[in-house]
């Protein structure tokens, strides 16, 4: 099978049986466990942290504090820490939570006994909390961002007097939209395993990038690159949250060399809530001018996004307004709010997917203040060129994604007003879909074995995407094998080095490196069967001119050349065709019921339409979309971190008080619907990142058909009850 098949997971055996190794799952022989003692208080000191009790618990060895902490041998900062603050350097709380000593003992339940008999003395400092999520309170706090290395747009953009249209459009719409900080909560929590041999530091991690945190411990260490290795086999979910070198990946590096015993930290679910980072709560403010007809003369958009005190983290929300509608002017701007909390990070889709919770929600209130369709407002509003610089789009079937995922909702049928079923009321509501097109430089390299099968080997990591089956798959149909005869072997800093697993950018990336690799190792082989490269096919363990029956058998030219197998690497680089602007697009049509007495709110249906270049698997797609929506429905109706402020902390810190989405929640009736499209200058493949796509649009889609369903247009997620209620 080749690229447009749909390929059953080839890894979902040894994931739905308990085979796939996590690194919680690993031990290693006199393997010490750690677990975290953290701050309880927002900012101010450790003035003295008293070890001796929890070093007389049974099977205890050592607590590590900032005083036998030892100091960076490089300079590091930023990424790809997670903050620019490194743990245990100081005495210094910079937000509770934040580590201030380490247990490490001979069982799990040592060190979490004695965690909690490691007292500590504060000097406790007055702590910058966050503000109310109001747009008055913010303007008087947020500050232009101090780049340290966490956000990669420039703050603030103008193209034409944006104001100045705004103020003198014939319609406008100006509206404040808030969401809450929001946790990933990925099913597997973070966790580490570091040894030491000599001066060679290998690391099991749960990782986005192990090339990001060979590269960091490092520094940290002073070593070079080839001393340090770093393992993923497997990671249980990610979305963004594993993405950096959080405190738990040092901390334990630091552990294993001290003591000269290999250290397992694994995160309780607190220690998720604290330690890690998360997105940050985000407020923006969205103005769209436009004339009688719908067209728009005008966005302007204002961000304000909590950050920590140390290093700001900016949530790219303008990006949805920067890319999606044609306009004259713009004017975007994006500050942050400083406040003693733990450094936030991306989130499954990062700044489109914020911001076209605002954008796509202004979109429906000026549909409704002109009262046109709002898909018809959008079609009005179509960029056939990038709206902030007039480039080219790379390839970009929006308008045929509007159009056919209309046709499999019926939104052209649809009822305008809502309707009654029982105590339910049934409306609907659309939005778009945009992300932007992320690509990293990748190397790959391709076995292909006498006996007929074949290797693929890339550095990359598996964070439960379908990059096990696409991978091999990608290989398969340009070495004429079925994918379950290709052996994949990624997760190791050994392999060729690949790019991380965020940005939706494996597929354009690894991907590209994994086919370059296979159509070297069909070189290799046509030269020596004296064909032409690029007119050679292999088929059936035979090598031929393409379209040829029959062909030379490869054994026979491998015996003949000597080879027991032939090798070849291939290299993507993302630097090609820079000239073109490269997104994603869709639309997502819902159809939602809303029982006002109670408060309720219910998904029925949604169509996703979706414009992302070449399908390479039709059924690992459908699952990332699919996936996609469920996360834009948690993100609409349910979740949010709420953030206590006496205390300086979220409020709760593990799943009971915190609502995301399970079965019961989510209908069985979602279509996904890919436009048929190849993006040649998105890559040799011609696909283009799907992973988080499908979670852009959702929450203002719902929102803009609550609205419908009760006249509440409600500008604060998550849309929950006290809300709804008439």
Not at 394 to 403: G, H, I
Not at 496 to 522: F, H, I, K, N, Q
Request: aromatic share 6%; with cysteine.
């Amino acid at each position: 099978m080749s690229i447009g098949e749909p390929v059953p997971r080839l890894d979902g055996p040894i994931k739905v049986t308990g085979a796939a190794p996590y690194t919680a799952d690993l031990r290693l022989p006199g393997m010490l466990h750690g677990v975290l003692v953290t701050a309880t208080i927002p900012a101010g000191k450790a003035i003295a942290i008293a070890r001796n009790e929890a070093l007389a618990e049974p099977g205890v060895v050592h607590v590590l504090t900032h005083a036998d902490m030892p100091r960076p041998k490089t300079a590091v900062a930023g990424p790809p820490f997670s903050t620019s603050a490194l743990p245990l350097q100081d005495d210094e709380i910079r937000h509770e939570g934040q580590p201030i000593a380490v247990v490490l003992a001979e069982t799990l339940e040592a060190a979490e006994a004695a965690a909690r008999k490691v007292h500590v003395r504060y000097a406790p400092a007055p702590a910058t909390t966050p503000a109310p999520a109001v747009w008055s309170a913010l303007e008087g706090v947020a500050a232009a961002p101090r780049n340290t290395g966490y956000f990669f747009l420039e703050p603030d953009f103008a193209k034409g007097d944006a104001d100045r249209n705004l103020a003198r459009a014939s319609r406008r719409v100006e509206a404040v939209y808030s969401q809450p900080s929001r946790h990933h909560n990925p099913m597997e929590p973070s966790a580490v395993l570091a040894q030491w041999d000599g001066d060679m530091l290998t690391v099991h991690d749960s990782t986005q990038h192990v090339f990001g945190v060979r590269q960091g411990l490092a520094a940290f260490f002073g070593l070079p690159l080839d001393s340090v290795r770093v393992i993923s086999q497997h990671t249980g979910g990610a979305f963004g949250a594993k993405g950096l070198i959080y405190p738990h990946e040092t901390l334990a590096a630091v552990a294993a060399k001290m003591l000269g015993r290999p250290v397992r930290i694994v995160l309780s679910r607190a220690d998720m809530y604290a330690v890690l980072g998360y997105q940050a709560r985000i407020v923006q403010k969205l103005g769209l001018g436009a004339d009688d007809a719908g067209v728009l003369s005008a966005v302007t958009h204002d961000v304000v996004n909590l950050t920590s005190i140390t290093d700001d983290f900016i949530e790219a929300a303008t990006e949805a307004s920067k890319s999606l509608y044609a306009t004259p002017s713009l004017r975007l701007s994006q500050r942050a709010e400083r406040a003693n909390v733990a450094m936030p990070t991306a989130m499954r889709a990062p700044g489109e997917g914020p911001g076209l919770w605002a954008l796509e929600s202004a979109m429906d209130e000026l549909a409704a203040e002109l009262g046109v369709d709002p898909l018809d407002l959008r079609l009005a509003n179509y960029a056939e060129t990038d709206p902030a610089t007039g480039a080219p789009w790379s390839s970009k079937k929006l308008r045929e994604a509007y159009e056919e995922g209309a046709r499999l909702f019926g939104w052209r049928e649809r009822a305008r007003t809502p309707k009654r079923e029982g105590d339910w009321i049934i409306a609907h509501g659309m939005a778009s879909c945009l992300m932007g097109t992320f690509r990293f430089p990748s190397n790959a390299r391709v076995r292909l074995l006498r006996d007929g099968g074949a290797v693929v080997e890339t550095g990359t990591q598996d964070i439960g995407t379908g990059t096990l089956t696409i991978f091999p798959q990608i290989a398969a149909g340009v070495l004429g094998l079925p994918p379950d005869r290709i052996e994949l072997r990624m997760g190791d800093t050994r392999l060729p080095e690949a790019g991380p697993t965020y940005g939706s950018s494996s597929t354009m990336g690894v991907g590209a490196a994994v086919l370059a690799a296979a159509e070297d190792v069909r070189g290799r082989l046509a030269r020596l069967a004296n064909l032409p490269p690029q007119e050679a096919q292999i088929a059936d363990g035979c090598i031929s001119l393409a379209g040829a029956a029959g062909g030379i058998p490869i054994e026979r030219l491998m015996d003949e050349a000597g080879e027991s197998e032939i090798v070849g690497a291939g290299v993507f680089d993302p630097s090609q065709d820079a000239s073109y602007a490269k997104r994603t697009f869709g639309a997502v049509f819902v159809e939602i019921a809303v029982d006002p007495e109670l408060g309720l709110l219910r998904l029925r249906r949604a169509v996703g339409s979706y414009s992302a270049g070449r399908i390479v698997n039709p059924r690992t797609a459908r699952a990332q979309l699919l996936g996609g929506i469920v996360w834009g429905w948690g993100m609409a109706a349910m979740e949010q971190s709420a953030f206590e402020p006496t205390l300086g902390r979220f409020l709760s810190k593990n799943l009971a008080g915190v609502a995301i989405p399970v079965n019961a929640d989510i209908p069985s009736d979602i279509t996904i619907h890919f436009v048929d499209e190849v993006d040649e200058k998105a890559g040799p493949i011609g696909g283009k990142g799907i992973g988080e796509l499908g979670a852009t649009g959702v929450a203002a889609a719902v929102a803009n058909a609550v609205f419908q369903a009760t006249g509440k247009r409600i500008r604060d997620l998550p849309l929950t009850p006290e809300k709804l209620i008439s």
